[in-house]
């Protein structure tokens, strides 16, 4: 089965940063997409930063500038380095991953989150 377990979230002020990670394992096939994705209160999920097989990184508007994905191809874990951080990024931040044409989807179309297969149980960050 696959599995994904986010860590190093936390309350920091507005300024500051955090990093996220998410170690993986089962998954069969390298060749698969993998992103953050957060949800604010009241708010529908969205997609914040996705990263395909060849290291190709999309960020929404929001976070440009800011956030910055990456992965280690050995450890099988996805980062997510917050920087500049306001209190609009307060949510419950998700990784996620599914095949390579997530990648291309999420970017697209807002709610493609919902046929995502593979979701960490989250990790809230709170910016005051």
């Known amino acids: 089965d696959v599995q994904l377990v986010e860590s190093g979230g936390g309350s920091v002020q507005t300024g500051g940063s955090l990093r996220l990670s998410c170690p993986s394992s089962?998954?069969?096939?390298?060749?698969?997409?993998m992103g953050w994705f957060r949800q604010g209160p009241g708010k529908e999920r969205e997609g914040v930063t996705v990263?395909?097989?060849?290291?190709?990184?999309i960020y929404a508007d929001s976070v440009k500038a800011r956030f910055t994905i990456s992965k280690d191809n050995v450890k099988n874990t996805v980062y997510l380095q917050m920087n500049s951080l306001k209190p609009e990024d307060t949510a419950m931040y998700y990784c996620?991953?599914?095949?390579?044409?997530?990648?291309?989807?999420?970017?697209?179309?807002?709610?493609?989150?919902?046929?995502?297969?593979?979701w960490g149980q989250g990790t809230q960050v709170t910016v005051s």
């Open positions: 996620a991953a599914d095949r390579a044409v997530t990648c291309r989807e999420v970017p697209l179309r807002p709610a493609y989150y919902r046929y995502i297969n593979y």
């Open positions: 089962g998954f069969r096939s390298r060749k698969y997409c």
């Open positions: 990263i395909d097989s060849d290291g190709r990184r």
